[in-house]
């Protein structure tokens, strides 16, 4: 994350008509939905950071609870501990290894150890308040679940996802999911918008905290765990920012082969320990009081905006997010903390400019020059450029002789 320049964004006259008949689409969907819709009470929610104690007891209050018709509202209360993390049960289940590194990591981030339960990630994100439970169980294999960092606001990267390199239909007799990851918003004209589009599409993820720069760690706990939950049939998972354009042919024609049947295995841009500057300034500015001795983080991790994770690392990542302190950078947490206390976890490097990309002009140089050899299966796409990419990569697989360069291996 830290690396990333803040992309642009700019929306392009597509964009918006798409949108436009998007939101008419769903308000004539949902126009009978609206008059049992009630907007909520108090302006500002309390921001308490909720254990899964509070959340249960909360459940019947929830300001979502009275949510419209076709929206699916559940505890996640069944996988999680009802107990808060206590020093002695951390004691028992923890190794002396793990203890260690996990203490060690406590001392980095300059917090009392096990001072609070909601120190751990897994215990704030909360029930799921949009949720769709089937998303990938009407097959017996997922071959590909791609998981969205997605911000509220981003109707339209969405839905151009939907649309493109996310839609199940292209892509047979593979079976690909899609699924949005999105924390609360305070704006209660675009909540209703997101509610109306959860009801629509049943593919939004919604956790109970503020959708937030510094809360990303939080989605990413959310995405390992709904994963572990409702997609462990999938084969592998792919987690993505919204602003990132994704060549699903080459990923699932050229990659997955050779991704298949390696287990607790990442592949992503990797970033080695002790050699990625810990900022202390700007957006991405590090508190000095964190990692206090140190210019660059002590673990691997991934630069977060293409990660491929195999699927059997979700169950025991989100374990290890209930005992691994909360560090926001998610990055750091998600790809570096939390496989180093699963411990085993075995990275491949899809390198930069290699197979992923930070800037689209290498990704479409790469692809006209290459054409369907290009290995750049990843990258971050500035809006205006996303539909001649889009064409320009349809029009090179769904015709043409492609097939010859990406053998499918079964
Ligand atoms: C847990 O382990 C730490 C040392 O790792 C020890 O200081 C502490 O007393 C133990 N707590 C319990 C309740 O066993
Ligand atoms: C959304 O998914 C749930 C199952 O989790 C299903 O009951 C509901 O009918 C779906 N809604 C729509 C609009 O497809
Ligand atoms: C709330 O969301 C709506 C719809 O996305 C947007 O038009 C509006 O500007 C937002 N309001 C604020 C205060 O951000
Ligand atoms: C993260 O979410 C929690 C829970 O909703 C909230 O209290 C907190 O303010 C959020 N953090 C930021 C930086 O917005
Ligand atoms: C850790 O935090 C405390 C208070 O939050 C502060 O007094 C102390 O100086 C910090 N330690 C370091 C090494 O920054
Ligand atoms: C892409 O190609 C154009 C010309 O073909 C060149 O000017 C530009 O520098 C290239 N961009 C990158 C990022 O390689």
């Not at 981030?109 to 120190?119: E, K, P, Y």
């Not at 957006?283 to 905006?305: A, E, H, I, Q």
């Not at 085993?344 to 006209?368: E, H, M, P, R, S």
Request: with cysteine; aromatic share 10%; glycine share 6%.
């Amino acid at each position: 994350m830290n690396i990333r320049g803040i992309v642009k964004v700019r929306s392009s006259l597509i964009l918006t008509v798409v949108l436009l008949v998007n939101i008419l689409c769903l308000m004539s969907i949902t126009m009978q939905n609206m008059s049992t819709w009630r907007p909520r009470a108090g302006a500002i929610p309390t921001t308490k950071p909720s254990t899964m104690h509070d959340s249960n007891s909360n459940n019947n209050n929830n300001r979502y609870g009275q949510a419209s018709a076709g929206a699916v509202v559940e505890s996640s209360s069944k996988s999680q501990p009802r107990h808060s993390v206590t020093t002695a049960a951390l004691n028992l289940t923890l190794n002396p290894a793990v203890l260690r590194k996990v203490n060690t990591m406590h001392q980095v981030l300059n917090q009392s150890r096990f001072a609070d339960g909601t120190v751990y990630p897994a215990m704030r994100i909360g029930r799921y308040l949009m949720v769709h439970r089937e998303l990938c169980s009407h097959v017996d294999r997922v071959h590909l679940v791609i998981i969205v960092h997605t911000a509220p606001a981003n109707l339209g990267r969405r839905q151009r996802i939907r649309e493109t390199f996310g839609k199940r239909s292209l892509f047979y007799p593979f079976n690909i999911r899609v699924a949005f990851l999105l924390g609360k918003t305070l704006n209660t004209t675009l909540e209703r918008v997101l509610w109306m589009e959860h009801a629509r599409y049943n593919d939004t993820v919604m956790g109970d905290f503020i959708d937030d720069y510094h809360n990303l760690t939080l989605k990413g706990v959310m995405g390992y765990r709904w994963v572990s939950q409702y997609c462990s049939n999938s084969e592998i998972v792919l987690k993505i920012d919204d602003d990132v354009f994704v060549n699903t042919y080459k990923l699932l024609y050229s990659f997955l082969p050779h991704m298949r049947g390696k287990p607790k295995s990442i592949f992503c841009n990797l970033w080695h320990k002790n050699t990625m500057p810990i900022l202390r300034q700007g957006k991405w500015k590090v508190d000095n009081r964190l990692f206090s001795k140190m210019n660059t983080f002590p673990y691997d991790y991934c630069s977060g905006f293409v990660v491929l994770l195999s699927t059997d690392l979700m169950g025991p990542m989100h374990q290890a997010a209930m005992t691994t302190p909360f560090f926001w950078i998610d990055d750091v947490y998600l790809f570096g903390m939390l496989p180093s206390v699963v411990g085993g976890v075995t990275f491949y490097n899809y390198a930069l400019d290699k197979n992923v990309a930070l800037n689209d002009q290498k990704a479409i140089n790469c692809t006209v020059t290459q054409g369907a050899s290009c290995a750049i299966f990843g990258s971050i796409i500035a809006d205006h450029n996303y539909w001649r990419y889009w064409q320009m990569i349809s029009n090179l697989y769904v015709s043409g002789d492609w097939r010859v360069e990406n053998k499918l291996i079964e």
